[in-house]
């Protein structure tokens, strides 16, 4: 088994930044993808960015040029740095880890308020 934890999330004016981390315990050593998804309200959960093991990164194009996906193995800690945040950005976001077996783990979820 795999616990996540997010912290770093809450109400920030457009334009402004924010920055996501996860904290991963547990079964780490199963650990290959970690990555952040995103629920807007009325909204089905989304892709924003997500990175292999070996620091191979993607993300959605919706965020493409303003978020960045990170990883520190030795910490079991994976961050999204959030930059030139939108309204539309507003969404509770939840970290995801899968594991070499295909198992998926999630965080608990943290809201991210974009608004002036």
């Known amino acids: 088994q795999v616990q996540l934890v997010e912290s770093g999330g809450g109400l920030v004016q457009p334009g402004g930044s924010l920055r996501l981390s996860c904290a991963a315990s547990?079964?780490?050593?199963?650990?290959?993808?970690m990555g952040w998804y995103r629920q807007a309200p009325g909204k089905q959960r989304e892709l924003v960015a997500e990175?292999?093991?070996?620091?191979?990164?993607s993300c959605a194009d919706s965020v493409k040029g303003r978020f960045t996906i990170s990883r520190d193995n030795a910490k079991n800690t994976v961050y999204l740095q959030m930059n030139s945040l939108k309204p539309e950005d507003t969404a509770v976001y939840y970290c995801?880890?899968?594991?070499?077996?295909?198992?998926?783990?999630w965080g608990q979820g943290t809201q991210v308020t974009v608004s002036s």
């Open positions: 547990g079964s780490i050593f199963s650990i290959n993808a």
């Open positions: 990175i292999s093991r070996g620091g191979i990164t």
């Open positions: 995801n880890a899968q594991s070499f077996e295909s198992n998926w783990y």
